[in-house]
């Protein structure tokens, strides 16, 4: 399609796309996240879709576990719009239960397994659904809370649900070896299992679904204050969807099977649409992640597997890259390592390079925007320090604090608006209102800069810069240079307030072992750092507090320096 001058005018990073790579997405072409599953269930029945715990499921078999999640739910009175939520990591059920909630014409509402019984009820309580499908394994937070919630059903999933034989070792080695599944009191509680069992014989009946209609209520905001629930309509999932499509298929083999290696959480929503329904729409397959965490069966499983795409947080890189045995995994498949979540830092992009021969393609978004807004080109060779350029149908524009566009190369607010950007916040009109700009583009709170060839550089986000002096400290910055030492495997920076200068910067420290010095590491800084963003004090930790796709959570280690 042929760019007009004015429009690469406004839009700069237009003339960088890769070739064949629009301009503008047609968003008629698909709005809605049913319509998309039932084109490929129909268009790939005999292709792998799942693969957990080494048992491959089809998209004819998902489909068929989806339609008795559908059936039971209508059985029960789940009509459109209603809502149900999940709170699991990835096991086998999960896609199952999502597309049989989204079937009926229901709402997923995602919940953070790792949550305590107090954060699962807070947002139990504000999205209000009617079924919970919880993993057995955090059983024991709901009925810690159950007596408050006014949840028709719960519904107990196990993990070795739809793994036919092996899941019965699965789910005695998961209660008995790792004695992972406390005790809970749920009094009518249904196993998933049961419920499969009784949705037999019945049929799911066709409901129609628009993308104006809810798809899912995505909970974001929960580390930086009270969690909201992001209202994504069919319409922008499927825009994200088509949006990803695009950018990358000039660099797929359309008859090569995709396998992606899906470590990040579902319930997050870079898997869900970067790894889950970017592979759904292409007719690829999703290999199950249920435990990131542990690196050793993660390692063991990527030795073993043949797999094309790898999606994950600069945290998880960093975990990988000198683990033992990674040398030992032929890369040669690979299509694309892609990186998002939280800032990748250079040092571990270098690592990368060096371990596979192939540069991490790092991309930008938020639960708020379906989530991607801007990525880097598939085909860099090496990190480019920069999120890469908006991708179709999407504007960025940098605003100043009076909502002013700034000029190239100024910082300010990243503003973004395209058909991904949600339809606000649940039940909260007034954040909805404080989150969009008079000329309808989303603040999304990041400070950025935009290069003259129209890429995004992070800065880091608003809430999170330390004023010294009258002086901005951007802690990513810091935080970069800390880690490029080689005594230190991570790092994370925070403010304080100080008398004399408003904020000073403190440092929290991982070190790779035993022996590194605070005096060694501040002469490393002085080197590197003008005095006023100088650490002013550092703290040697074990480890540094994680959400659950492993971004640093700033907010707590600054509670424990007011602790």
Not at 28 to 53: K, T
Not at 103 to 127: C, K, M
Not at 315 to 326: F, I, K, S
Not at 486 to 499: D, I, K, W
Request: glycine fraction near 10%; charge should be neutral.
């Amino acid at each position: 399609m042929q760019v007009s001058e004015q429009l690469l005018a406004a839009r700069p990073w237009l003339a960088h796309y890769p070739p064949g790579v629009p301009a503008e997405i047609d968003q008629n072409s698909c709005q809605n996240l049913v319509e998309i599953w039932r084109r490929s269930r129909d268009a790939y029945g005999a292709r792998v879709a799942l693969e957990s715990f080494g048992v491959r499921l089809t998209y004819a078999q998902l489909g068929h576990a989806a339609d008795r999640v559908t059936a039971w739910l209508q059985a029960k009175g789940f009509a459109k719009g209603d809502r149900a939520a999940i709170m699991s990591p990835n096991v086998m059920a999960y896609p199952a239960i999502l597309l049989g909630i989204l079937q009926a014409g229901g709402v997923v509402v995602n919940v953070n397994p790792l949550y305590t019984s107090r954060e699962l009820e807070l947002q139990i309580v504000d999205s209000t659904p009617r079924f919970l499908f919880v993993l057995e394994n955090f059983g024991a937070t709901v009925a810690a809370v159950v007596g408050r919630l006014k949840l028709e059903r719960i519904v107990l999933v196990a993990p070795g649900d739809l793994l036919g034989g092996k899941g019965v070792m699965v789910n005695l080695f998961s209660r008995l070896v790792k004695k992972a599944v406390p005790k809970a009191d749920l009094p009518g509680v249904l196993s998933f299992a049961a419920l499969l069992r009784e949705a037999k014989g019945l049929k799911p009946q066709p409901v129609t679904v628009t993308g104006d209609d809810m798809a899912v209520l995505q909970y974001t905001g929960g580390t930086t204050g009270s969690a909201k629930g992001a209202i994504l309509l069919h319409r922008n999932l499927a825009a994200n969807i088509e949006q990803n499509a695009g950018w990358f298929a000039p660099f797929l083999k359309p008859d090569q099977p995709s396998v992606s290696i899906t470590a990040l959480p579902l319930y997050h929503i870079f898997a869900m649409t970067a790894c889950f329904w970017f592979q759904i729409r292409r007719g690829g397959s999703c290999l199950l992640i249920a435990n990131p965490r542990d690196i050793h069966n993660l390692v063991k499983t990527l030795q073993k597997s043949h797999f094309t795409d790898f999606s994950g947080v600069n945290t998880l890189y960093n975990a990988l890259v000198d683990y033992p045995g990674m040398k030992t995994i032929d890369y040669r498949s690979v299509a694309t390592f892609a990186a998002g979540g939280m800032a990748l830092q250079p040092a571990v992009a270098r690592k990368w390079k060096q371990l596979t021969g192939k540069a991490i393609v790092e991309g930008y978004g938020l639960s708020e925007t379906s989530p991607v807004l801007c990525a880097n080109r598939p085909d860099i060779e090496e990190f480019t320090g920069t999120v890469g350029y908006p991708v179709s149908s999407t504007e960025i524009s940098i605003r100043d604090a009076a909502g002013e566009p700034v000029a190239i190369g100024e910082r300010g607010e990243i503003c973004a608006r395209g058909p991904q950007v949600m339809a606000g916040y649940w039940d909260r009109p007034l954040a909805t209102e404080a989150a969009m700009t008079k000329d309808g583009y989303f603040r999304t709170g990041d400070v950025g800069v935009m290069l003259p060839d129209g890429q995004i550089k992070i800065v880091d986000r608003l809430k999170d810069m330390i004023i010294v002096s009258g002086f901005n400290v951007y802690p990513n910055e810091v935080e970069e240079i800390l880690v490029e030492h080689p005594g230190v495997l991570e790092a994370a920076v925070v403010g304080r307030p100080f008398a004399a200068t408003g904020e000073e910067v403190i440092a929290f420290v991982v070190p790779r072992e035993a022996g590194l010095s605070e005096e060694d590491l501040r002469h490393f800084c002085r080197e590197r750092l003008t005095g006023y963003k100088m650490p002013r004090e550092i703290i040697f930790r074990d480890e540094l507090p994680k959400s659950n796709v492993g971004k640093v959570l700033r907010r707590q280690l600054k509670e424990t320096l007011g602790a």
